[in-house]
């Protein structure tokens, strides 16, 4: 039966035969024109697809980037007012106002906050995130005062009036002796070679301290000079003493003698094994030194 289905007659092969002849002559022509196709055509269509994509992608960049620079915090940037200025004195408000990044306004009051200061309009064009473009359009605002060699400081008239004032403070006589763990700031300005800056600095360090042990811990204060020494004396204990049993990590580090290290190493100690009963014992932890020790003995309490 299934014979049946494969039978034709002599008419129905002709016309089989004719589209099999036909679909071999379409074959052949399209194999033909494939290989007769100029061999560049397809790579340029295709390059030229690559390159449009490219460039497309470029653009976006570039509109990112600007952007980036002309929006902070998802406002539009002000347009620069270009006005004179002294980098050494402008504050924040006047530096954005040139339209200098939010970032290099940062970097320039942390420079001057380390006491740096910008002697020439080049040692400006160093600070970290400013552009070339920016400073040469700068250059020409830029005013810096002269400093007076002595003392470092621009010589504005108000602050030589604070300097004369400063001047007129009645000093002590030589021989004087201050007690260093007592005097105030007012007292401290009394002493030759001492104004309000490093009054202030003593008083701080001796509160972080919890009093001094001894008059060379002074030299242990920026600035300060072994010839102030003379003035002072250093009377009675530590009036604040680190309670290594009971203070917390920020207590424990914020002492000039201490680090985050040495505070964590008493903390695992009283975590693991209980209360430290003494210097000896603080001996053993590999973050102490003999040198840290000494210098820690007298504010230490075991209570």
Known sequence: ??????????????????????????????AVCRITEPPGQTYQEDSAEIDSFLASVKQRELDYTKRRYTKVRGKEQPEAVLA?????????????????PSFVVRNILRY?????????PEAFARIYGLEEKQYLLLRPYIRIQEVDDR????????????????????????????????????????????????????????NRLGG?????????????????????????????????NKD???????????????????????????????LSRLSLFEEFSEKDLQRLSPYLSFE
Request: aromatic fraction near 12%; glycine fraction near 8%; charge should be positive.
């Open 1 to 30: 039966m299934w014979k049946d289905f494969f039978y034709y007659s002599r008419s129905e092969r002709r016309v089989i035969l004719l589209l099999l002849g036909l679909l071999v002559v379409l074959a052949t022509f399209w």
């Open 84 to 100: 004179v200025f002294d980098p050494n004195t402008a504050d924040s408000f006047q530096l954005r106002k040139l339209g200098l």
């Open 112 to 120: 001057r906050e380390k006491g740096g200061r910008f002697r020439t």
């Open 151 to 206: 003392s470092g400081f621009p010589q504005a008239q108000e602050e030589k009036a604070f300097l004369a004032s400063v001047q007129r403070i009645e000093k002590y006589p030589e021989g004087t002796l201050v007690s260093l763990n007592e005097a105030d700031t007012a007292e401290l300005k009394r002493v030759p070679g001492i104004g309000s800056g490093i009054a202030r600095m003593i008083v701080a360090y001796r």
């Open 212 to 244: 001094f042990t001894h008059v060379e811990q002074l030299q242990e204060i920026p600035h300060v000079d072994t010839c102030l020494n003379k003035w002072f004396v250093a009377k009675g204990v530590p009036f604040r003493k680190i309670r290594v």
């Open 248 to 278: 917390g990590l920020d207590k424990l580090r914020n002492h000039p003698y201490m680090d985050f290290y040495k505070a964590k190493a008493i903390l695992e100690y009283r975590r693991k094994r209980g209360h430290i009963k003494g």
